[in-house]
């Protein structure tokens, strides 16, 4: 059966970065396409980013280009996304997507 399990993320000051690790088991990465997720306290989930199965960056919301950068290692079957610059306005929980399946969510808190 195919499991998400999400790694990292935590507590960092304003201009820190974090990644984050998104790790499938149960079924090879190569033909799907992944996707980063975040919901802030009192707001609707929103996309962040997404790759594709051809490893080409294929999305990223306005609020995050620039600082965020999505990467897959297919050959570990993890992808990641690395934050830098973060501002307290990414603070979330934040979430991987693959096809109908979700990681069980990790908090990124952005504060002095």
């Known amino acids: 059966q195919l499991q998400v399990v999400q790694s990292g993320g935590g507590l960092v000051q304003p201009g820190g970065s974090l990644r984050l690790s998104c790790a499938v088991s149960?079924?090879?990465?190569?033909?799907?396409?992944i996707g980063w997720f975040r919901q802030a306290p009192g707001k609707e989930r929103e996309g962040v980013s997404c790759i594709s199965s051809a490893n080409t960056p294929t999305y990223y919301a306005d609020s995050v280009k620039g600082r965020f950068t999505i990467s897959r290692d297919n050959a570990k079957n993890t992808v990641y996304l690395q934050m830098d610059s973060l501002e307290p306005e990414d603070t979330a929980v934040y979430y991987c997507?693959?096809?109908?399946?979700w990681g069980q969510g990790t908090q990124v808190t952005v504060s002095s």
């Open positions: 149960g079924r090879t990465l190569d033909d799907f396409a």
């Open positions: 997507n693959l096809d109908q399946f």
